[in-house]
């Protein structure tokens, strides 16, 4: 339990549960077993320090450690203070929800079965461990609904193993009041057996191998963010996916933070430390608050797998437009993916430009819109921003990406990208000769072919 206590607070949610269940066995005691045998207090009492300096000794070793790399407060800010919500939870509100579960209610069959089934043929000590389980089991959802801030599916990890405990008697019970040529029959119960453990056997194979499985996706974006950026430079992701480069940010978006940003229990100063360190890369993610999701739709332009630094800018009446820049850097106009000349703040560029955060007005040479303002690095590394929404991995990820083989995947969606885009070519007179430059508005190799 201490060693627990070092990964999640979860763990004192069953250690309360557990203390729970033990205190209404006691309590159901005289149902359903004899009377206990008279115990010392000294004795409960020795027993009860040895259990809390046992727990004592790993638990506070795990603090010690902590606080001795000068993370003490970050432990608890994590730890407890991060896992409990703050003060400003609704129990109550969380309680009108816990109703609706179906989970929430296994007490009441628990209740039941302690109160008036396990005594009913005979008394024993034996039961009194048979109430435990069965009250553990019963409670635990309860505490979870009653008690806890934000409930995910893992939290139902130590509820599963205890449930099936319990309902095998049941099921094996209930199989002894079938007729007696099916009750009777080793064939039946071998066959019934059988379906269960293929169904089981199935379930956990599709699990493992969709784990192991590499993801080509994650792979291909960690590959372009090494590209695009240098050691010691930053790119948002919101929980350290790209884990080669640093985060600008030190929270990891995930549930319970999301959770504090929606209730305004954090500050959302993401996009200023964006600016302040630089960060020209981020990665595409819906776990975003909602003032930094509008700073990354402002300021940066989609390029498949990644966000890059940049903007794009409509037709404009008047030919010129203004602009706000919040990122400075190098930066080039383009226009369908080549460069555009023009005045920038009335002085002539060949289509490239270092800029600082601030306001500009571009005067392009020739109207031809959209025009893209984006971060020159990319287009040297051939990406040009918001081009390639027709690419195989817009949106939603394709399962069949995880599941196929490289190359079966490579062709299968190749086939479907070249069937929806206009693909440019290219072709040469017979003894034609000159340097050619390609930029593909893609960096996958499987996609790229002559």
């Given amino acids: 339990m201490a060693a627990c206590f070092g990964v999640s607070l979860k763990s004192v949610l069953l250690l309360l549960t557990a203390v729970a269940a033990l205190g209404a ?16 207090p000294i004795a409960v009492f020795k027993g009860s320090a040895l259990a809390l300096a046992g727990f004592s000794i790993l638990a506070l070793s795990v603090v010690c450690v902590f606080i001795a790399l000068g993370a003490g407060p970050a432990m608890y800010r994590c730890t407890i ?3 409990l919500g703050g003060d400003d939870v609704d129990f109550l509100d969380r309680l009108f929800k816990g109703f609706r579960d179906p989970r929430f209610w296994s007490f009441l069959p628990a209740l039941y079965f302690v109160w008036f089934a396990l005594g009913q043929r005979s008394r024993s000590e034996q039961h009194f461990r048979v109430a435990f389980v069965v009250l553990l089991v019963g409670f635990y959802p309860l505490l979870l609904f009653c008690g ?6 893992q939290d139902f990890l130590p509820f599963y193993p205890l449930l ?36 089981e056997f199935d379930w956990i194979t599709n699990i493992l191998i969709r784990k192991r499985s590499p993801d080509p996706i994650a792979a291909d974006r960690i590959g372009e963010v090494l590209r695009l950026t240098k050691p010691g430079e930053t790119v948002l992701d919101p929980k350290g996916d790209v884990v080669l480069r640093p985060r600008p940010i030190y929270d990891v978006l995930e549930l319970f933070t999301m959770e504090r940003y929606t209730d305004h229990l954090l500050t959302d100063r993401i996009p200023e430390q964006l600016v302040a360190h630089h960060t020209m890369v981020a990665v595409r993610s819906d776990r975003y608050p909602e003032r930094t999701r509008r700073f990354l739709q402002e300021n940066y332009l ?57 306001l500009f007005e571009f005067d392009p040479d020739t109207a031809d819109w959209p025009v893209t303002i984006q971060w020159e690095r990319a287009y040297q590394a051939g990406i040009i921003g918001n081009c390639d929404a027709n ?60």
């Fill in 25 to 40: 066995a006691l309590a159901l005691q005289p149902r359903f077993a004899p009377p206990l045998r008279k115990v010392e």
């Fill in 81 to 83: 203070e991060h896992n």
């Fill in 148 to 153: 806890w801030p934000v409930i995910t599916r």
């Fill in 164 to 199: 099936f405990t319990c309902l095998s008697p049941l099921a094996l019970s209930l199989w002894s009041r079938l007729p007696w040529p099916i009750a009777s029959s080793h064939l039946a119960a071998l066959v019934c057996f059988a379906i269960l453990f293929l169904i």
């Fill in 302 to 358: 989609w390029s498949g797998r990644l966000l890059i630094a940049g903007l794009e800018v409509h037709e404009n009446a008047g030919g010129s437009f203004r602009f706000n820049l919040s990122l400075g850097g190098s930066y080039v106009f383009l226009s369908k993916g080549h460069l555009l000349s023009g005045k920038l703040n009335g002085v002539p560029i060949s289509g490239r430009a270092e800029m600082q955060p601030g």
């Fill in 391 to 450: 690419l195989p991995w817009h949106g939603a990820r394709p399962r069949s990406l995880v599941k196929s083989s490289t190359l079966s995947v490579a062709k299968k969606h190749a086939m479907g990208f070249f069937a929806k885009t206009k693909v440019p070519t290219a072709t040469q007179e017979p003894g034609g000769c000159g340097p050619w430059t390609i930029r593909p508005n893609i960096l996958s190799g499987p996609y790229l072919a002559p």
